[in-house]
């Protein structure tokens, strides 16, 4: 993942046709402590959920923890890998590798919760 996350640390979702980008309608901020396989394994299914649900309108931003401990403050995180919704509000947040698609679906309000 090393490679990957320097390059998509910060992605847009939004196309790269040459054109100016619309603002991200989705800021998510996926927090991870090294290249473990659940902070991989979080990421390829964020990656995978936003490209199904939210394409063209979302911007992942990985932070990892192991060389910017004090960014967990400010989110106030206390687990990893855990999954920040900063926009759009209110601020949402997922704990876990997202492996269960329909939790994250209803974590970040792309889906009622089904009773």
């Known amino acids: 993942m090393r490679k990957r996350t320097q390059k998509v640390g910060k992605r847009d979702g939004a196309k790269k046709d040459g054109a100016k980008k619309p603002a991200a309608e989705w800021e998510l901020r996926l927090y991870i402590a090294g290249e473990t396989p659940k902070a991989l ?3 390829a299914n964020l990656e995978r959920i936003c490209e199904q649900h939210l394409k063209g309108k979302y911007k992942i931003e ?3 923890l192991m060389k910017n401990p ?5 989110d106030q995180i206390l687990a990893i890998p855990t999954l920040v919704r900063k926009l759009p509000t209110p601020v949402k947040k997922i704990i876990g590798d997202l492996s269960s698609e329909e939790r994250v679906l209803v ?3 792309l889906r009622p919760l089904e009773r």
Do not use: H, K, N, S
């Open 107 to 109: 974590g970040l309000d």
């Open 62 to 64: 990985v932070i990892d």
């Open 70 to 74: 004090l960014l967990a403050r400010g």
């Open 41 to 43: 394994a979080a990421f």
